[in-house]
């Protein structure tokens, strides 16, 4: 398991609370760089989200965000303008909605849990409906992945299962495995990683699915104790694979990024540092977009942080800092990164911790942020 110094985020108020008990805080009114962001805030404040796992998008005017709000699943869409709870009739009450994945304005489904319940649903543009799951439930990792392509249906976990024409398929992993995400780019062609814990003296998995069975890849070739909870797959031939190992000594954390080119990895990490990561997503141009909690000015400012992989280097670059958001370490933390159509702009989802008040008291709310388009973009709130 990892350690506490990466919290869940239901578990981030108590955590953020503690840690900055202490200390006397400021509002953020600029990012912790100093220089204008490409990115702009599209979610913050007191809003139905609490905190957001993951987002996804079928155009530039429809999205779907995931997440929760104190004890109940919260589910938000966005129409081109701005982010609402979504108000479609049949949702299941749940704690948390944990993934989305989102085919098209009819097709579009989510993964829930309750106590050691899980649930999964589908939207057909007019309502949701609960669709019989299978497998155990994954008490060790409940955010269990889902991802969706026309005719077909990946979910992980502690197996790997498929869903397509009314019917699941599951493949059987040793034990001690477990998935932590995918990332289909066909019904025929899909990635998912993992691992096999514990953590240390484990190691990573990278599965391949042909439209009949699973294939193990190679190990990625990681630092030891590196927990790779992330994929993302352009093509066969390009293959991201990422995670995060505790740095030592309580030093910020070692990220690691991997790339496969459909017959080998290639360690691309370079000068990627200080990151939790826990958000890859590829920019359409050969590069990649890497996010999570920023831990390299821990004790000190610590906005947003994005970086930027443009083939052969990488760039950091701040996020927008809400305006009620607290600019100490550790406030702001992103859990997904998507497309936001076919503009070229992406969806960051996460939440960040508010300055405290008088009381000493202070608060997590979700934060959904949009990169500029080309050309530029202005996102209403």
Excluded: C
């Amino acid at each position: 398991m990892r350690s506490l110094m990466h919290v869940r985020p239901w578990l981030r108020t108590a955590t953020v609370s503690l840690t900055l008990a202490a200390t006397l805080l400021s509002v953020g009114s600029a990012n912790a760089q100093g220089t204008t962001s490409r990115w702009e805030v599209s979610l913050s404040g007191d809003s139905p989200a609490g905190s957001l796992m993951s987002v996804s998008s079928v155009g530039d005017d429809l999205a779907w965000a995931v997440g929760r709000k104190e004890q109940h699943g919260v589910i938000m869409r966005w129409d081109g303008e701005r982010w609402a709870e979504d108000s479609a009739p049949g949702l299941p009450q749940v704690w948390q909605w944990s993934s989305v994945s989102a085919v098209s304005a009819t097709d579009v489904w989510a993964y829930g849990s309750s106590g050691y319940s899980q649930t999964l649903v589908h939207f057909d543009g007019e309502r949701w409906n609960t669709v019989p799951t299978t497998g155990p439930f994954d008490d060790s990792w409940p955010e269990v992945p889902i991802d969706a392509v026309p005719g077909r249906l990946f979910k992980g976990g502690k197996d790997l299962y498929t869903y397509a024409d009314g019917a699941w398929q599951t493949f059987d992993l040793p034990d001690l495995v477990d998935i932590r995400d995918i990332d289909a780019i066909s019904a025929d062609d899909a990635y998912a990683t993992g691992m096999k814990y514990p953590v240390n003296g484990g190691h990573p998995v990278t599965y391949h699915w042909d439209g009949t069975t699973w294939t193990l890849l190679e190990k990625p070739p990681v630092r030891a104790g590196t927990d790779t909870a992330k994929v993302a797959a352009e093509s066969s031939d390009s293959v991201y694979v990422a995670g995060w190992a505790e740095g030592p000594n309580a030093d910020p954390p070692v990220p690691s990024v991997t790339h496969w080119n459909g017959t080998g990895w290639k360690d691309i990490t370079g000068s990627l540092s200080g990151l939790y990561l826990d958000a890859i997503s590829p920019d359409g141009h050969g590069g990649l977009w890497v996010t999570g909690r920023d831990s390299s000015g821990e004790g000190a400012e610590a906005g947003p942080v994005f970086w930027h992989f443009d083939g052969t280097a990488w760039t950091k670059e701040p996020g927008a800092p809400a305006p009620d958001g607290d600019t100490r370490w550790p406030s702001y933390a992103f859990y997904d990164l998507a497309p936001a159509g076919g503009n070229g702009s992406f969806w960051a989802v996460g939440d960040y911790s508010t300055s405290m008040d008088a009381h000493g008291d202070n608060t997590v709310n979700g934060l959904i942020e949009r990169s500029a388009a080309s050309g530029g973009s202005t996102l209403k709130r």
